[in-house]
């Protein structure tokens, strides 16, 4: 017996509580088959829409990951010698990506300097945290422009 087009909703409704990825599978293949009727619409607008908060989320945690170590670098002299290059590296790796996600994203580039400061000032905070230096070692505002942080040959001025 063939189940009515509510129940099949109502049971890929179900799904996506159940078991989310077969609801992604099962809603790809009923899209690709023009099953348009038998979608799960509400869930389906919700993830399109979370696609996007999860590419900014990305962004931000990514830009405040890249200041850490900036911070850390400028900063934190008892530790320099031993961790610079690997922070470097750290530093290089969170431009490689901010960068990969900017060119599939290309308007997040407006996000990313809506959330610049915020970003510095969290990464701030956690350094603090992390290395037990004094607050006011830190500069308030950013310790460099956008362009400098995202600057592969550019890296802060060793204090």
């Known amino acids: 017996m063939l189940m009515s087009i509510t129940s099949i909703t109502e049971n890929l409704k179900s799904l996506y509580e159940t078991d989310y990825d077969k609801w992604v599978l ?38 405040t990951r890249l200041f850490e170590h900036l911070l850390k670098l400028a900063y934190w002299e008892s530790e320099r010698d031993y961790n610079y290059r690997g922070w470097n590296g750290e530093i290089q790796n969170f431009r490689i990506q901010i960068k990969r996600l900017l060119r599939k994203s290309p308007s997040l580039k407006v996000y990313l300097v809506e959330i610049f400061e915020e970003c510095y000032q969290d990464a701030k905070k956690i350094t603090i945290k992390k290395t037990g230096l004094e607050s006011d070692l830190f500069p308030d505002k950013p310790i460099a422009n956008l362009e400098q942080v995202l600057d592969d040959d550019w890296l802060p001025t060793i204090k």
Not at 43 to 63: C, G, H, P, Q, T
């Open 26 to 63: 099962q809603t790809v293949q009923r899209l690709q088959e023009k099953k348009y009727e038998a979608i799960d619409w509400e869930n389906l607008i919700d993830e399109v829409a979370d696609l996007s908060r999860r590419e900014r989320d990305k962004l931000m945690s990514l830009l």
